[in-house]
C-alpha cells in the first residue's frame, strides 16, 4: 500500500505571516496537530506543530498579564517557531517507509509532494487507523501470538492447517522473535474455536504465548 492511498489530499496550510494565535485557532477548529506551512508562490517552506505553538507561548509563571501575552501571541508569526528541514515523501512512497521516517527523525507527520507541489499530509494517527485494520481489530475471533521456527514455508503450513480444519485467517503478522532462529507469529481467526485452532497449528509451533477470543 501506498501513501497516496492513506493520505489527506489537500490539507489546510498557512501563510508564514499567520499568527500563532490563528494558527492555534484553526487546528483547534479542525482538530488538526500540523500545518504545512506555504509561501506566496505556494512552495512548501516549513511546517508548524502543537509543539511549537506552545513553546511558543509564554510560561504560566510569565509576570506578563492577560492583555501583553495576547498583543504579544498576535505580533508572533509562524515563520518564527515553524520547522524548516521538512521531511517529504511522494503519493508512491510505501506505507511501511512512511513509518520508518517518521519514527527515524521522531516526527508526527509528512507532507506529500507531487513534483514539488503539496498534495497531501500522512500522519500518525493514518498509521494507527491502518494498524487498526492490519490485526483485524474490529472483527471477531480468536487472536493467538506463536514462536515460530525460521523456516522457508511455515507460514504457509500453518495457514494451510488451519483452512484444512475449516477456519478462515482475518489477519496476520510476523515479528521479531528471541534470536535469529525463529519469529513471533501473531494472527486472527474467525469460525474455529480456540481448541481445534491450537490442536492444527501445534506440530508447526516452537511456544503458544497467548491466546484470547477478542
Given at each position: 500500500m501506498t501513501v497516496g492511498r492513506r493520505m489527506t489530499k489537500n490539507p489546510i496550510t498557512v501563510h508564514p505571516d499567520t499568527t500563532v494565535t490563528?494558527?492555534?485557532?484553526?487546528?483547534?477548529?479542525?482538530?488538526?496537530?500540523?500545518?504545512?506551512?506555504?509561501?506566496k508562490k505556494h512552495e512548501l517552506i516549513g511546517i508548524v506543530t502543537e509543539k511549537d505553538l506552545l513553546y511558543a507561548s509564554p510560561s504560566p509563571a510569565s509576570t506578563l498579564d492577560v492583555y501583553e501575552m495576547a498583543h504579544l501571541l498576535s505580533k508572533l508569526t509562524v515563520a518564527k517557531v515553524m520547522s524548516r528541514d521538512v521531511k517529504t515523501i511522494t503519493e508512491d512512497t510505501t506505507i511501511e517507509d512512511a513509518a520508518r521516517i517518521m519514527a527515524d527523525n521522531n516526527i508526527g507527520g509528512l507532507p506529500v509532494l507531487r513534483d514539488g507541489v503539496l498534495v497531501g499530509i500522512i500522519t500518525e494517527s493514518d498509521l494507527f487507523k491502518i494498524f487498526i485494520e492490519l490485526f483485524g481489530a474490529r472483527t471477531r475471533g480468536i487472536r493467538a501470538t506463536f514462536l515460530v521456527p525460521e523456516r522457508k514455508g511455515e507460514i504457509a503450513d500453518i495457514s494451510a492447517a488451519i483452512r484444512d480444519k475449516g477456519g478462515n485467517i482475518v489477519s496476520l503478522g510476523t515479528f521479531l522473535g528471541e534470536n535469529q532462529t525463529n519469529a513471533l507469529c501473531t494472527l486472527k481467526?474467525?469460525?474455529?474455536?480456540?481448541?481445534?485452532?491450537?490442536?492444527?497449528?501445534?506440530?508447526?509451533?516452537?511456544e503458544v504465548q497467548d491466546v484470547r477470543e477478542v
Open positions: 490563528d494558527a492555534r485557532k484553526i487546528m483547534q477548529r479542525e482538530r488538526i496537530h500540523r500545518l504545512p506551512v506555504e509561501n481467526v474467525e469460525d474455529i474455536t480456540s481448541e481445534d485452532l491450537l490442536e492444527c497449528v501445534k506440530p508447526f509451533v516452537q
